[in-house]
């Protein structure tokens, strides 16, 4: 039976942390152990440990005395792998039933392959919904392949609590890099990509992850043009790593620069209209874009966003105007919603949203 060793790291997360634990333990066909780092929490965090370290011998804690930060916690826990797989499952996250047993399975009889990720569940209350364990098939792609899809879409596939990584892949590439503390899960993607292949779980749902007003996305990290800047600089990491040794490792970071200079001018674009939408302006987008990608200033796209910022802003005064203008763009982005989500849960890739 292979053996999974799952890092929960945990920072005032107490009332979270014995739910994930348990849905580690829990996990059948695979020999689990389970490491909860504590960050220094202020909360009942060190009393839930003692529960927990009491109860199963196949858990292990350590306390900071000081707190550390997430990636230096990570990287702590990642400097202690033994077993044959790894996982990094936040504390307010959970990993859904049998989510282990079919990567691995994947994973052993595939050994090119270093990390599978599946679909993930996002809720916002205490109890998840069921997961669908159904899973219809499973896909495995060359590391290239895989980077090239993310370069091409400009973005994240992988959350993180689905993610399992080969032990010895993960020890090849080490620790997260602590000057990306907002990207440095897209960065470790794309490092692992470069030196394995990918699988990916079909149908089935593999983690649960938690949307909450204290999760470090909605205080920490937030703003989507703060996201664009991260995703710019897990790229230019990923390539001056691991990534550095392939052979279109600059045809490939040119993709990943155009892809977000793309966005951000789709999404500077839809604020010309809409300014309320986001509290930057649409020209830190459009400046952004072409200190990403240069040559963005000789497409349409761009010539295109220039109109739109010179036009009468009285265009959209008219109340009804601006109603209809807010409909169409509201049916086009839930058309492109339900598509991205079913092809993204079907195949584990994500559509660029520019390409619409």
């Not at 292979?2 to 739910?19: F, S």
């Not at 392959?113 to 159904?134: I, K, N, Q, S, W």
């Not at 219809?136 to 990584?165: H, L, M, Q």
């Not at 302006?281 to 963005?296: G, K, N």
């Amino acid at each position: 039976m292979v053996t999974v060793q799952v890092l929960i790291p945990c920072y005032n997360y107490g009332k979270y942390l014995e739910r994930a634990v348990q849905s580690a333990l829990n996990q059948p066909g695979v020999d689990v152990n389970v490491l909860v780092i504590d960050d220094c929490s202020p909360d009942d965090t060190p009393d839930v440990c003692r529960r927990l370290v009491a109860r199963d011998p196949r858990v292990r804690a350590i306390r900071h005395e000081t707190n550390m930060g997430h990636i230096r916690t990570y990287n702590e826990g990642i400097a202690q792998i033994r077993g044959d797989y790894f996982v990094l499952l936040s504390a307010d996250d959970l990993l859904a039933p049998g989510a282990l047993s079919r990567a691995t399975t994947l994973m052993e009889a595939n050994p090119s392959v270093g990390m599978t990720y599946g679909h993930v569940v996002c809720f916002d209350g205490d109890e998840p919904p069921e997961a669908r364990l159904a899973s219809p098939g499973t896909s495995v792609w060359s590391g290239r392949e895989w980077i090239r899809k993310v370069c091409r879409a400009g973005k994240n596939f992988v959350v993180c609590p689905e993610a399992v990584v080969r032990g010895s892949v993960q020890t090849r590439v080490g620790g997260y890099d602590t000057k990306l503390p907002h990207s440095g899960d897209m960065e470790m993607w794309l490092r692992i990509a470069s030196i394995s292949d990918i699988g990916h779980v079909g149908g089935a749902d593999q983690a649960y992850y938690r949307a909450h007003q204290q999760s470090m996305q909605r205080t920490i990290h937030s703003g989507f043009l703060f996201d664009l800047i991260g995703r710019r600089e897990a790229f230019r990491s990923a390539f001056d790593k691991e990534g550095a040794l392939l052979p279109e490792r600059d045809q490939l970071h040119d993709l990943a620069r155009r892809s977000l200079a793309l966005t951000a001018i789709q999404h500077a674009r839809m604020l010309c209209d809409f300014p309320n939408e986001d509290t930057v302006p649409a020209s830190d987008y459009r400046d952004f874009a072409v200190s990403v990608f240069p040559p963005i200033v000789n497409t349409g796209r761009y010539r295109s966003l220039l109109a739109s910022e010179r036009q009468d802003k009285g265009l959209l005064s008219n109340a009804m105007s601006q109603y209809k203008a807010k409909l169409r763009r509201f049916a086009h982005d839930e058309i492109l919603n339900r598509v991205e989500y079913r092809w993204a849960r079907r195949t584990g890739v994500y559509i660029p949203r520019y390409y619409f």
